[in-house]
């Protein structure tokens, strides 16, 4: 497995992670537990080294945390990966609610040791801003864990442009977190050129646009009701059935390249910059096995430009969210 450099501050990982979270959270019933280790542990045994979690992903029956499940498969193997959870979100009355206060953001840290089974994060992210709470605070926070070596590096998901440079100042980040695939770029405007200049590594997290690039699901998908994408502007039929000019895009460059369309849609990002490094998600080996490969597929300057192309000339519809609901007013603050 290939290795990248996360931003300045030396964390070196393989060139792609594991996002773990729709394992038991997100995507509909959580999936069995031994057949989820087996899959982290096969993950590991190919030389992924970044595993990705969080304190709020809870399966939707309640019957394990996700971080119960990581660190219980990466306990025999936790001196040769990274862990990346995060705080930051609490769910309160069913609810979820923003709360990045640092006594709350260190007795979040606390449970997620125990839950992990480790007695240090190497890279720890405030999951969403807390409006409420000034990001100095924060920052000033994530240092003093760094100092007591409880967390190596931190790091911020889904956060604007004046909010990252603010905490850069106070304590380096070694990453920022949002969503960028070849279905949503928005992070090419204002996010990358920032994270370039600051020296700060990027994780894209949906990276195959929730599975959308992977050409397995289309406008006839029928999602339950405790998956997210039931809920998302971008998976209701009409939307997926626009988007679908970018999936035969993909799909071209595919037979070209005797890949499948998610190893196109990872070798994309990958060929952003040096400094990215996406985790997809997968509950099956042979997904794993296959998004492993996109490390082995080089795109040309001319595969690059006509994807470009293309993209240029498709009307895609996007939102994640509709815009006046809470997840929306989450995000870029």
Same mark, same amino acid.
């Given at each position: %497995? ?12 393989? $060139?792609?992670?594991?996002? #773990? ?16 280790? @087996? ?12 595993? +990705? ?10 019957? %394990?945390?996700?971080? @119960? *499940? ?11 990966? %990274?862990?990346?959870?995060? #705080? ?11 709360? &990045? ?8 840290? +606390?449970?997620? =040791? ?20 000034? /990001?100095?605070?924060?920052?000033? $926070? ?15 998901? @889904? &956060? ?10 106070? #304590?380096? =980040? ?15 405007? +204002? ?8 020296? /700060? ?11 959308? *690039? ?30 679908? $000019? ?7 460059? &595919? ?10 849609? *990872? !070798?994309? *990002? ?8 996406? /985790? ?8 794993? +096995? ?19 192309? &293309?993209? !240029? ?21």
């Amino acid at each position: %497995m290939q290795k990248r450099r996360l931003g300045n501050t030396g964390l070196e990982v393989s $060139a792609i992670g594991l996002g #773990c979270m729709g394992m038991t959270h997100g995507f509909g019933d959580p999936s069995n537990t031994m057949e989820m280790i @087996e899959v982290i542990h096969s993950a590991v045994e190919k030389g992924i080294t970044m595993f +990705d979690t969080a304190e709020v992903y809870i399966s939707s029956n309640g019957s %394990m945390t996700n971080e @119960e *499940l990581v660190g219980k498969a990466l306990k025999p193997y936790r001196n040769q990966v %990274m862990i990346a959870t995060k #705080c930051g979100i609490k769910i309160k009355e069913g609810r979820q609610v923003v709360d &990045a206060r640092p006594k709350v953001i260190r007795e979040s840290l +606390d449970g997620s =040791l125990k839950r992990l089974q480790t007695d240090y994060i190497d890279l720890y992210y405030l999951h969403r801003v807390d409006p409420n709470t000034p /990001i100095e605070d924060v920052a000033n $926070a994530m240092k003093e864990l760094m100092q007591e070596g409880k967390i190596k590096h931190w790091g911020l998901s @889904e &956060a604007g442009i004046d909010t990252i440079r603010k905490a850069h100042a106070i #304590c380096p =980040l070694t990453v920022v977190e949002s969503e960028y695939s070849l279905l949503w770029r928005q992070p090419e405007k +204002d996010l990358l050129p920032l994270l370039e200049e600051l020296g /700060i590594g990027f994780i894209p997290f949906a990276p195959l646009g929730k599975g959308f *690039l992977t050409g397995q699901i289309d406008s006839n998908t029928i999602f339950p009701a405790n998956d997210t994408r039931s809920k998302q502007p971008r998976f209701k039929q009409a939307a997926m059935q626009a988007n679908q $000019a970018l999936l035969d895009v993909v799909k071209h460059i &595919a037979e070209k390249k005797k890949a499948t369309s998610a190893q196109i849609a *990872l !070798a994309w *990002l990958l060929a952003q910059k040096e400094w990215i490094v996406p /985790i997809p998600g997968t509950r099956k080996i042979a997904r794993l +096995d296959e998004n492993i490969g996109s490390v082995e597929v080089t795109l040309l300057k001319e595969d690059l430009q006509e994807i470009n192309n &293309a993209l !240029a000339t498709i009307d895609l519809v996007l939102d994640r969210w509709y815009p006046n609901s809470d997840n929306a007013k989450r995000i870029g603050k």
